[in-house]
T-cell receptor
Framework: AQRVTQPEKLLSVFKGAPVELKCNYS??????LFWYVQYSRQRLQLLLR??SRESIKGFTADLNKGETSFHLKKPFAQEEDSAMYYC???????????FGSGTRLLVRP | DGGITQSPKYLFRKEGQNVTLSCEQN?????MYWYRQDPGQGLRLIYY???????QKGDIAEGYSVSREKKESFPLTVTSAQKNPTAFYLC?????????????FGSGTQLSVL
């Protein structure tokens, strides 16, 4: 069965500290993984996707097929990073996007 | 600002009543989606449509219905068969060149039961 697990409901860090938001997935085929973010009073939007191998706003995520993980990382958190983060998965060529339950990141000054 | 427009922002349903949530997009996207968001459960897919006049059930389609008569519009009806309709509903669209494209989301509709 397809499943995305984000084990932490809330992650609180101080400004300047490293951040790692965990995402584990279960999928039998070749997955495509994404991170979506929702800032306060804004719409849910794409942050990054693993096929692009990009760094957005200092965030990176590496797909580890052996550990079935796609953790989101940033070396130095900023207060403006405070938001709700969702990991999502789809099969290659599929329109069906499955979301995790989300992790709220709170960056304190 | 264009993009995807959901209306209304808040909606109340009486017992046994069907209600329809509107979703319109001006992005010329082929694919459209409806998600339900409950606290602590993330987003769950209700229905999605890849092209006009075609749609597929998602993971929690029971008690819901959709139509896709126009490319720009993908309304969701919450029927009386949906026993727990109170939730935040999000509509999204994507270019749909074979899946895995970036989803653009609306601002959502909060549905509550009176």
């Amino acid at each position: 069965a397809q499943r995305v697990t984000q084990p932490e409901k809330l992650l609180s860090v101080f400004k300047g500290a490293p951040v790692e938001l965990k995402c584990n997935y279960s999928y039998s085929g070749s997955p495509e993984l994404f991170w979506y973010v929702q800032y306060s009073r804004q719409r849910l939007q794409l942050l990054l996707r693993h096929i692009s191998r990009e760094s957005i706003k200092g965030f990176t995520a590496d797909l580890n097929k052996g550990e079935t993980s796609f953790h989101l990382k940033k070396p130095f958190a900023q207060e403006e990073d405070s938001a709700m983060y969702y990991c999502a998965l789809s099969g290659r060529g599929s329109y069906k996007l499955i979301f995790g339950s989300g992790t709220r990141l709170l960056v304190r000054p | 600002d264009g993009g995807i427009t959901q209306s209304p922002k808040y909606l109340f349903r009486k017992e046994g009543q069907n209600v329809t949530l509107s979703c319109e997009q001006n992005l010329n996207h082929d694919a459209m989606y409806w998600y339900r968001q409950d606290p602590g459960q993330g987003l769950r897919l209700i229905y999605y449509s890849q092209i006009v006049n075609d749609f597929q059930k998602g993971d929690i389609a029971e008690g819901y219905s959709v139509s896709r008569e126009k490319k720009e519009s993908f309304p969701l009806t919450v029927t009386s068969a949906q026993k727990n309709p109170t939730a935040f509903y999000l509509c999204a669209s994507s270019i749909a060149t074979g899946g895995n494209e970036k989803l653009f989301f609306g601002s959502g509709t909060q549905l509550s039961v009176l």
